[in-house]
């Protein structure tokens, strides 16, 4: 049973996503813009796009045929708790009161073609330095492979 629910779950998580455009696979060049102001990310997803050996990597976004735009999305939640406590001694009970804060940040990477505004292909990763951009593309490639 648990085969079947994993093969269920990844069969939807591959079919919620978009396939690859025609038009991506005669891309020849590739650029990326860093919005999330981490050089980091950027030398991780360009280490991969070197590494895939795909695309010639260029400087300017406006002659790339593919754009990968980066961006770092945080996120935090507050949580207030009130406890009373009745020590039975007569007296009124005590209130003391908590707050908690945590933060989290993850890395989105959106590919979009040459005069496009929406994007083909986005991907999310936890890791919002340079293993979240090499990450992203990785992802990128294996989508790109896999609609091929």
């Known amino acids: 049973m648990s085969f079947a629910l994993g093969l269920f779950l ?6 919620q996503r978009k396939p690859i455009p025609r038009p ?3 891309a020849k060049t590739i650029a990326i813009i860093n919005h999330a102001h981490n050089d980091a990310v950027e ?3 360009l280490e991969s796009l070197k590494r895939w050996g795909k695309f010639t990597i260029v400087d300017d976004p406006d002659t790339a045929d593919i754009v990968l735009t980066f961006e770092k999305v945080g996120e935090h ?3 207030s708790t009130q406890k009373e406590t009745n020590n039975n001694d007569g007296k009124q ?3 003391s009161s908590t707050y908690s804060m945590s933060f ?3 890395l989105t990477m959106k590919a979009t ?3 496009g505004t929406a994007p083909f292909y986005t991907a999310t990763n936890s890791d919002s330095k340079k293993k979240g951009g090499a990450a992203c593309v990785v992802e990128f490639q294996s989508a790109y492979n896999q609609d091929r």
């Not at 990844?10 to 079919?15: D, I, P, R």
């Open 43 to 45: 030398s991780g997803a």
């Open 77 to 79: 939640e507050g949580k």
């Open 104 to 106: 989290s940040s993850s």
């Open 10 to 15: 990844a069969t939807s998580a591959f079919a």
């Open 113 to 115: 073609m040459k005069g």
């Open 24 to 26: 991506v696979f005669a």
């Open 93 to 95: 009970p005590e209130t």
